[in-house]
């Protein structure tokens, strides 16, 4: 249950991150069959497919470590089914928001357009 809240945390954390920069939020923990997507957002016509990891400690290693391939082609599928269902947005991107979040502080990391 800690896990699940510390996510959530995080995605709170991420959401309000991308609004304070001039992203709009479109949809969070968008789902399609045993798929989840984080966050959706856009930014100057673009939408972009956001996966958040969150830690509160190093013990496992940083947040962006834990982003696999096989996690980013789950992402990639579920951004396809999103896309079949709104077939407007022609341009798009894969972001990751990695979070460490300490006593006092959160440390908020954008790795933008990470695929190639």
Do not use: C
Not at 15 to 39: C, M, P, S, T, V
């Amino acid at each position: 249950m800690k896990n699940k809240h510390t996510g959530d945390k995080g995605e709170t954390i991420a959401a309000n991150f991308l609004q304070k920069r001039g992203f709009n939020i479109i949809e969070r923990n968008w789902r399609y069959k045993h798929l989840e997507i984080d966050i959706i957002a856009s930014l100057n016509e673009k939408l972009h497919f956001v996966e958040v990891k969150t830690r509160t400690n190093q013990k496992f290693g940083m947040p962006e470590e834990s982003v696999s391939q096989a996690k980013m082609n789950r992402l990639k599928i579920a951004a396809e089914a999103f896309l079949y269902l709104h077939p407007e947005w022609e341009l798009i991107q894969f972001d990751v928001i990695a979070i460490m979040i300490g006593k006092d502080k959160e440390d908020v990391l954008l790795i933008d357009d990470v695929f190639f």
